[in-house]
């Protein structure tokens, strides 16, 4: 399984971003597909995750503001960030879980700044 994440960039504090990742088959094989971040000197944490029923997860941090989708036909998921602040700067990476199998993309760097 491979993952390409994209969409990362400068941005203003208040504005938005959306994140795409796009897996090399089915996104509905994977159990759970997530979102994870990392900023420097930091431990990656989780962000948002999907489940392949549709159910979906949030960091307390992002709730409300960052919303997690995907795309069957695309085989891609996404994660539509709004009211960003200096705090979400990271590296964001994402993830799948197919059977005890779990896959990363490449990170994309996402730079909250004024």
């Known amino acids: 399984v491979q993952l390409q994440a994209s969409g990362g960039g400068l941005v203003q504090p208040g504005g938005s971003l959306r994140l795409s990742c796009a897996a090399s088959?089915?996104?509905?094989?994977?159990?759970?597909m997530a979102w994870y971040r990392q900023a420097p000197g930091k431990q990656r944490d989780s962000v948002a995750y999907?489940?392949?029923?549709?159910?979906?997860y949030y960091a307390d941090s992002v709730k409300g503001r960052f919303t997690i989708s995907r795309d069957g036909a695309k085989n891609t998921m996404y994660l539509q960030m709004n009211s960003l602040k200096p705090e979400d700067t990271a590296v964001y990476y994402c993830?799948?879980?197919?059977?005890?199998?779990?896959?990363w993309g490449q990170g994309t760097q996402v730079t909250v700044s004024s």
């Open positions: 088959g089915s996104i509905f094989d994977f159990r759970i």
């Open positions: 999907i489940s392949n029923s549709g159910s979906t």
């Open positions: 993830n799948a879980v197919l059977g005890s199998l779990i896959s």
